[in-house]
Nanobody
């Protein structure tokens, strides 16, 4: 098991910033591809960003505003979100998998966190 626990969500105004964290309870965290997805009410879960040894990928909708990063000694994944927009409002999920490719589909990830709510008010 690779329990993933997200934190850092909340309510922020348009143009503001938030940093999400995802703590992984495993010493093999460094070998996992890690990603962030989000799901708004009534919509499908969508890709936000992913990070592996081989590459980093971003959804076009967040490129230039969001940054995915890792603190390997702390087994923690981050998502720095800047210039937030109302359409960024969603539950954000951390995901992990042993694949070395930073995939964009939820089906490519085996481990999931419980999610953290991000609400951007206009």
């Amino acid at each position: 098991q690779v329990p993933l626990v997200e934190s850092g969500g909340g309510l922020v105004q348009v143009g503001g910033s938030l940093r999400l964290s995802c703590a992984a309870s495993t010493r093999t965290f460094s070998t996992y591809t890690m990603a962030w997805f989000r799901q708004a009410p009534g919509k499908e879960r969508e890709f936000v960003a992913a990070h592996s040894w081989t590459a980093t990928n971003y959804a076009d909708s967040v490129k230039g505003r969001f940054t995915i990063s890792r603190d390997y000694p702390k087994n923690t994944l981050y998502l720095q979100m800047n210039s937030l927009k109302p359409e960024d409002t969603a539950v954000y999920y951390c995901a992990g998998d042993l694949s070395d490719r930073p995939g964009r589909s939820p089906a490519e990830y085996y481990y999931w966190g419980q999610g953290t709510q991000v609400t951007v008010s206009s």
